[in-house]
């Protein structure tokens, strides 16, 4: 019943660099989610985003929404070290419950 | 603010054994949720409570049980582990439903199943 997948599976880059990850869903939804995992760490929220929204920003990251096409986007620029992380898109299935996609590796280069 | 906590935080059962994950929050939430974690797989919904007293299946619920003990704790029980359970599991909690506001998670239990 996995409802989010992310693109790319994995993805590495140099630090100072763009990295955009991807997150298509299959029904229609009230809002979407992003949360960042540290290796060994619980999951910590980042960015909700409505689905009247189409984008919307938090420091470094910014979030688009495209009901149309049912994807998502999370763009984190100048990457930093700390932002190597897996990063996971979760919609909502009801009021309590969410669900999940498998999830962006995403690893900084120095 | 410790935020959610959960015990222990590595655990190695034999098949057949019981026990229980403990889940507190300090941030005066309603709402409970207890998720796994496989490699490569999204987070699955095992259990939820709404509210305190109020206890719900979520996508994954077989072999496991709950108890909303008071408004901070929501514990998991494994009466009896099988292989398949080898997992992470996560506590998470949030103010009122999640249209509005967003999880809380804890630092997970590794649990093994030998």
């Known amino acids: 019943s996995q409802q989010g997948e992310e693109d790319p599976q994995a993805l590495s880059i140099q630090e100072g660099e763009n990295a955009t990850m991807n997150c298509s869903y299959k029904?229609?939804?009230?809002?979407l989610q992003w949360y960042r995992q540290n290796s060994g760490r619980g999951l910590v929220h980042l960015i909700l985003?409505?689905?009247n929204e189409r984008e919307k920003h938090s420091g470094r990251l910014r979030v688009t929404l495209d009901t149309s096409k049912k994807s998502s986007s999370l763009l984190i620029t100048a990457s930093r070290a700390a932002d190597t992380a897996s990063y996971f898109c979760a919609t909502d299935l009801s009021n309590y419950q969410l669900i999940w996609g498998a999830g962006t590796k995403l690893i900084i280069k120095p | 603010n410790a935020g959610v906590t959960q015990t222990p935080k590595f655990q190695v059962l034999k098949t057949g054994q019981s026990m229980t994950l403990q889940c507190a929050q300090d941030?005066?939430?309603?709402?409970m949720y207890w998720y796994r974690q496989d490699p490569g797989m999204g987070l699955r919904l095992i259990y939820y409570s709404a509210s305190e007293g109020t206890t719900d299946k979520g996508e994954v619920p077989n072999g496991y049980n709950v108890s909303r003990l008071n408004k901070r704790e929501f514990s998991l029980r494994l009466e009896s582990a099988a292989p398949s359970q080898t997992s992470v599991y996560f506590c998470?909690?949030?103010?009122?439903?999640?249209?509005?506001?967003?999880?809380?998670f804890g630092n997970g239990t590794r649990l093994t199943v030998t």
């Open positions: 998470a909690s949030t103010g009122t439903a999640l249209g509005s506001l967003s999880l809380h």
């Open positions: 029904t229609s939804i009230n809002n």
């Open positions: 985003i409505r689905s």
């Open positions: 941030m005066n939430h309603n709402s």
